[in-house]
């Protein structure tokens, strides 16, 4: 049997997605699992064992599709589920299931505030389109891998932040899903340990302006490593903060404690770090902390964001008080510290 996973972006989608990859190629050995995804994205999954053969797509639907015929595949899952994807299975024309996105209970919470959403995270859902080949979740998380020439060597980075470090993940896929720059900066203020900004080189600036209040503290590493090397530096912090976005996952990938911090998006959309188990409310995961403005009446207002805030304020970022983001990260470091020293 050849089954095909679709997901087309993006990085932290795309991570969310590895659960149903690894489950399906360890429930059933037998099968060749092959994923397509656009170009760009191809190293988040190129060094994945659990999959076969992986397929690009980068500006021509129609060439991949081709490709794609050649392969007769037995069925497809499609964790995208959009127009593109539509015509890779009407061409493909073979048994095939989609992932429930949910978009009117997801208008029905940014437009109305009328939350419908399930209480579960969208790797629950992504497992639904994968129940008809029989493949379940096997609690074990996310998964991400990165190759020996993607990891970090101790010469890299400031020896102030050898002995561990808080990483910041300052980027964001829409400006308002970021956290505004003089609220890092109080952030940093307020924290005892060194900390690590985690970018890409689009995060480069903001980060000088953040690191600039204290050079030996705080490490600028935005633009200077490569996606593979950012998720190998999320993986050797003691603490992850980060905005919703694709390194907060890989994050959760490494099992990290993270504290997320939510703009115009809200973890009720079912994007929350997920550990396998997790959901917001009834399995709470102890190394999970959201830091949400939630009395705000115009949140959460997009399920994916803007360039600038609809209202003008932007209060649900700026009013986030960081002296209680600080005092999340030191209990953190903490628990942390302690399980190191059981251990």
């Not at 959403?117 to 389109?129: G, L, Q, T």
């Not at 390194?247 to 959760?252: C, G, S, V």
């Not at 998006?265 to 550990?275: A, R």
């Not at 959460?300 to 649900?316: E, L």
């Amino acid at each position: 049997m050849k089954v095909l996973i679709i997901r087309f972006s993006s990085i932290g989608d795309i991570v969310l997605t590895t659960p149903v990859v690894r489950c399906l190629k360890e429930q059933h050995p037998e099968v060749k699992v092959h994923y397509l995804t656009k170009a760009v994205f191809g190293q988040l999954l190129m060094n994945n064992p659990h999959i076969d053969k992986l397929h690009y797509f980068d500006t021509d639907l129609d060439i991949v599709i081709e490709e794609l015929k050649n392969e007769e595949f037995d069925f497809v899952v499609d964790l995208h589920n959009n127009l593109r994807t539509a015509r890779v299975k009407k061409a493909l024309d073979i048994p095939n299931s989609s992932f429930p996105k949910l978009n009117i209970k997801k208008w029905l919470l940014t437009n109305l505030k009328l939350n419908l959403m399930p209480d579960k995270s969208i790797v629950e859902r992504y497992f639904e389109a994968a129940e008809p080949i029989k493949v379940h979740n096997d609690g074990k998380g996310l998964e991400y891998f990165v190759p020996e020439s993607g990891k970090v060597q101790h010469n890299d980075i400031p020896m102030s932040h050898w002995g561990g470090f808080v990483g910041c993940v300052i980027g964001g896929s829409y400006n308002t899903k970021k956290l505004p720059v003089a609220q890092w900066i109080k952030f940093c203020a307020a924290v005892p340990y060194p900390v690590m900004l985690l970018g890409g080189p689009e995060d480069r600036d903001e980060g000088q302006l953040i690191a600039e209040q204290d050079t030996i503290k705080i490490y600028n590493s935005c633009g200077k490593f490569s996606l593979n090397e950012s998720a190998d530096l999320v993986q050797h912090a003691r603490v992850i903060v980060s905005n919703d976005t694709g390194l907060m996952h890989i994050a959760a990938a490494y099992k990290k404690p993270i504290i997320s911090l939510w703009g115009n998006t809200s973890p009720d959309l079912g994007m929350f770090p997920y550990y396998g188990y997790n959901n917001l409310h009834s399995r709470i995961a102890p190394q999970s902390v959201f830091i949400e403005n939630k009395i705000l009446g115009c949140h959460p207002c997009s399920k994916i964001g803007y360039n600038k805030c609809p209202k003008k304020h932007f209060k649900c970022m700026n009013d986030l008080d960081m002296q209680q983001v600080a005092a999340q990260v030191i209990r953190l470091w903490n628990n942390e510290k302690a399980a190191g020293q059981k251990a």
